[in-house]
């Protein structure tokens, strides 16, 4: 039972354009959510994150907005650029240290 | 630079030998882990030490066993494993003093190969 979906395993955007990319859950107990970043071969690297009480986060070319109410948040990348293309993980975590990974979205970033 | 180093890189072992993963941090976090990524797969959380106590992922088989010898370093021992055992290791480390926000920092992994 995957309590973290990402429901896209791959998208595909130009350079200069906005990379969306989505998260669902469905454990309303998580209160903290992650996005990490994943080339191949190596450790996924943390990239942003947001706590459940608030909406948006805001990092450089990076936000990630938090809807509490569906379950969703998503990571906003503008502009894309073409070292953006990775695998990108959304995780969540509650009370305790266990982080539930999302399936993963792969991101090709065009020139 | 990953501050969380793991070694060997790769590492090919047959089904019979036993052979060990390891892990090192000095960022002073009291929590480590280790996950299993298997390729197109999300990261599966294996074992935890949190304050060198473990907690187990009760679906991780007993030919896996982690060990602690102190906060910076966690080892991963190796016994008679599958090839479907074959996947990327990753060790993470976290801390747990106040304003803890989940975030892990991840070594580059152990390629490990059963033959």
């Known amino acids: 039972d995957q309590q973290v979906k990402q429901n896209s395993p791959s998208l595909s955007v130009q350079e200069g354009r906005i990379s969306i990319l989505n998260c669902d859950y469905t454990?309303?107990?998580?209160?903290?959510f992650l996005w990490y970043k994943k080339y191949p071969a190596e450790g996924p690297t943390f990239l942003i994150s947001?706590?459940?009480?608030?909406d948006k986060n805001e990092d450089g070319r990076f936000t990630v907005f938090l809807n509490k109410s569906a379950k969703h948040l998503s990571l906003h990348i503008v502009p894309s650029q073409p070292g953006d293309s990775a695998v990108y993980f959304c995780?969540?975590?509650?009370?305790?240290?266990?982080?539930?990974f999302g399936g993963g979205t792969r991101l090709m970033v065009k020139p | 630079d990953t501050e969380v180093t793991q070694t060997p890189k790769h590492l090919v072992m047959g089904m019979t030998n036993k052979k060990s993963l390891k892990c090192e941090q000095h960022?002073?976090?009291?929590?480590m882990y280790w996950y299993k990524q298997k390729a197109k797969k999300p990261p599966e959380l294996m074992f935890v030490y949190s304050y060198e106590k473990l907690s187990i992922n009760e679906s991780v088989p007993s030919r896996f066993s982690p060990e602690c010898p102190n906060s910076s370093l966690l080892n991963l021992h190796l016994h008679a494993l599958q090839p479907e055992d074959s996947a990327l290791y990753l060790c993470?480390?976290?801390?747990?003093?106040?304003?803890?926000?989940?975030?892990?920092?991840f070594g580059e992994g152990s390629r490990l190969t059963v033959l």
């Open positions: 993470a480390s976290n801390t747990l003093s106040g304003g803890y926000t989940g975030e892990l920092f």
């Open positions: 960022m002073g976090h009291r929590a």
């Open positions: 995780a969540a975590t509650g009370a305790g240290n266990m982080l539930t």
């Open positions: 947001i706590s459940s009480i608030k």
């Open positions: 454990n309303s107990m998580f209160d903290y």
